[in-house]
């Protein structure tokens, strides 16, 4: 239905005639010209109906609702007075579908609405320029964790969204009938990349869905997000954390690359950082010095994740956490048992990433789980791979919408959420 997007439309095309679709985002009427403010995803143009140079049927069809869907055929005529150095002298205006319904609130963003009422018509609101900008970003993210790993030989994989049993442990799961039986929401794909590894895959990657039944109502918690995964066979924990480094710059690099006008309109000056390794223990001595009310075997807040920020820079790997606050699966360190190889990656203040070489060894696995309050013959299916050629492993996760929200500074992580899930929000 068109012949260009805004976007490909400059000076070079004067003269040409061209067939542009989209929104009306602006309408303005001085004396005998009307001006129409053309978007589409690509940008806005100027649309210009003057008397004398546009027949008078084709200039009062200008006059459209803001946000009306429409269709101009036109010539690209070049104008210094124009923001694209062109603007489009209108020969047809289409209305493709008459408005039947107010719009709730002005997308041009000149009159502020609360997040709540832009998330119950999140179609409109992400016609948003601030709003598309974030998920052109997200999309970024997204395309630069799977070319990453592509190129260094991972398979892509799936994993079930429907578990038996708690893939984390712990209670904050959805239950859902499954047939006769009980069956519940997976908190992670963990279970099933560590298979994968065992069956051979060697090194594998995955973007899933991932549910969460907590209780919160915070800014940094969504019951569903989206984990991009990695597993690797004959791995531990260090070489875990090279691979999290090295994606993690990398994704940030394609972000600055690609997204120079997004970062632009969200007032964004996108830096690459440069990571710091530092151990939990170093991070508990560090946080206390400075005051902080912290113990050893705390897992961190988010008022010490900004602590840490401030301390040791806005990308911080911390490793060897105690094992008691990990997950059942996460190898103990052999010369001290109560820490474990695990490690988190924190962001501009906010965890963005966790993980660990995993246990390979059953009877290790089933001490893990009973000190967890687990029960292992819940787990058998998983036990029993342990005890047929596990080899070491180890891998990571890192929330999609946890690490959108720290690079556009977003400040909720329901603005990363495309339909954003709470502990109130079903819908849209």
């Known amino acids: 239905m068109r012949s260009n997007y805004i976007s490909e439309i400059g000076p070079e095309l004067d003269g040409k005639e061209v067939t542009l679709a989209g929104w009306v985002h602006e309408v303005r009427e001085t004396g005998k010209i009307t001006f129409l403010i053309l978007r589409d995803i690509t940008g806005t143009i ?23 869907v429409v269709r101009i055929k036109g010539r690209v005529k070049a104008s210094k007075e124009a923001k694209k150095g062109v603007e489009i002298i209108p020969n047809e205006v289409s209305n493709l579908n008459p408005l039947s319904s107010i719009i709730p609130f002005e997308v041009t963003g ?37 070319s990453f790993f592509s190129k260094k030989g991972f398979m892509q994989i799936r994993t079930p969204s429907m578990i038996s049993e708690a893939s984390e442990g712990g209670a904050d799961l959805f239950s859902v009938k499954y047939f006769e039986r009980e069956a519940y929401l997976a908190q992670s794909p963990q279970l099933y990349k560590q298979l994968a590894i065992i069956g051979g895959f060697d090194k594998v990657f995955m973007i899933v869905p991932v549910f969460r039944a907590e209780k919160s109502n915070t800014v940094y918690h969504t019951t569903e997000c989206t984990q991009m995964d990695i597993e690797m066979g004959f791995a531990d924990h260090n070489d875990a954390i090279k691979q999290l480094s090295a994606c993690f710059t990398a994704v940030l690099k394609e972000v600055m690359k690609k997204n120079k006008r997004e970062l632009e ?9 440069k990571i710091k390794t530092v151990t939990y223990s170093n991070v508990i001595k560090r946080l206390r010095e400075k ?15 900004k602590a840490i920020q401030e ?4 990308a ?6 105690p094992t008691e606050v990990r997950a059942f699966y996460s190898m103990p360190k052999e010369n001290n048992p109560k820490l474990c190889n695990s490690f988190d990656l924190i962001y501009n203040g906010f965890e963005i990433s966790s993980g660990a070489q995993r246990i390979h060894k059953a009877d290790l696995l089933i001490d893990a789980l009973k000190s967890k ?48 899930r709470d502990r109130k929000r079903l819908t849209p």
């Open 46 to 68: 100027q649309v210009i109906g003057k008397e004398g140079e546009v027949d008078s049927q084709t200039i009062k069809a200008l006059s459209l609702p803001k946000e009306s």
């Open 291 to 305: 005051g902080h009310a912290v113990a050893h075997g705390d897992d961190f807040s988010k008022e010490h994740e």
């Open 311 to 314: 301390e040791f820079g806005n």
């Open 265 to 273: 309109i969200l007032g964004i000056e996108l830096e690459l950082p």
């Open 373 to 420: 309050g687990l029960d292992p013959s819940k787990f058998e299916f998983y036990i029993n791979a342990f005890r047929q050629g596990a080899p070491p492993h180890a891998g990571w996760s890192i929330g999609l919408e946890r690490f959108v929200m720290c690079i556009t500074k977003s400040g909720n992580i329901r603005e990363a959420s495309l339909f954003p």
């Open 316 to 321: 911080v790997i911390v490793k060897e956490y």
């Open 110 to 146: 000149k009159v502020p609405a609360e997040i709540d009422v832009r998330l119950n018509n999140r179609h409109i609101d992400l016609r948003r320029k601030e709003t598309l900008a974030i998920f052109k970003i997200e999309s970024t993210v997204l395309n630069a964790f799977v």
